[in-house]
Every structure is written in C-alpha cells, then in structure tokens.
C-alpha cells in the first residue's frame, strides 16, 4: 500500500459537490506538517496540472488554479494527517482523475466525473 490512500470522488451532476481526502499516515509527522501538500488533475489526454496547495506548519498559505478559485477549497488536518479537497459548483470541465501529493509522494487517484 502506498504512503498516501485516497477516498472520495465519484460521479456527480453539474452544481453539485464532493470531497475528496487523502490520508497520509505513513509519512512522518513532520515531514507531513512542514511539506507544501497538493491536489493534481489529470483527464484524458492533457497533462497533468495543479489543482491546490497547501503549505506551512502554523500559519498555512493556499494557492488555487484560475480554474477553480471560488469553487474548491483545500484543507488538511495535522493531527490525522489528512489532506481535503472541498469541490463545489462542479462543472463538466472538472472531470478527471485526481491526485493528491505531499512531499514526493503522489496518492493512487481517484476518478471524478462530472455530467452535465
């Protein structure tokens, strides 16, 4: 099993909602709190791109893709070693598989289908 398990996703309409989480529990505390933690995209045929960071120990910074800025929002939890994507409005275009990462490690996709 890989250092990071996600869950979450599936298929949902266009305007509606899900979260993602992806927990890290095999990745050193601190490594886990000081690494810049991501969530990735990737659909069919078109590279893989960012979708959110987030980073810092205390005082954490976010950084979002145009795309979705207003739409997700990324969260994590230290104590868990979880990492979340909130997705709302969804939209066609949000179809992908995704991935979340943190430190070097890259989580085992989760596939997000968004219909019209």
């Known amino acids: 099993q890989g250092q990071l398990v996600q869950s979450g996703g599936g298929l949902v309409q266009a305007g509606g909602s899900l979260r993602l989480s992806c927990k890290a529990s095999r990745l050193i505390t601190s490594v886990f709190n000081s690494a810049e933690l991501g969530w990735y995209r990737q659909a069919p045929g078109k590279q893989r791109e960012l979708v959110a960071t987030?980073?810092?120990?205390?005082?954490?910074?976010?950084n979002y893709a145009d795309s979705v800025k207003g739409r997700f929002q990324i969260s994590k939890d230290n104590a868990k070693k979880m990492i979340y994507l909130q997705m709302d409005d969804l939209k066609p275009e949000d179809t992908a598989v995704y991935y979340c990462?943190?430190?070097?490690?890259w989580g085992q996709g989760t596939q997000v289908t968004v219909s019209a």
């Open positions: 987030i980073s810092g120990a205390r005082t954490t910074s976010t």
């Open positions: 990462k943190a430190h070097t490690c």
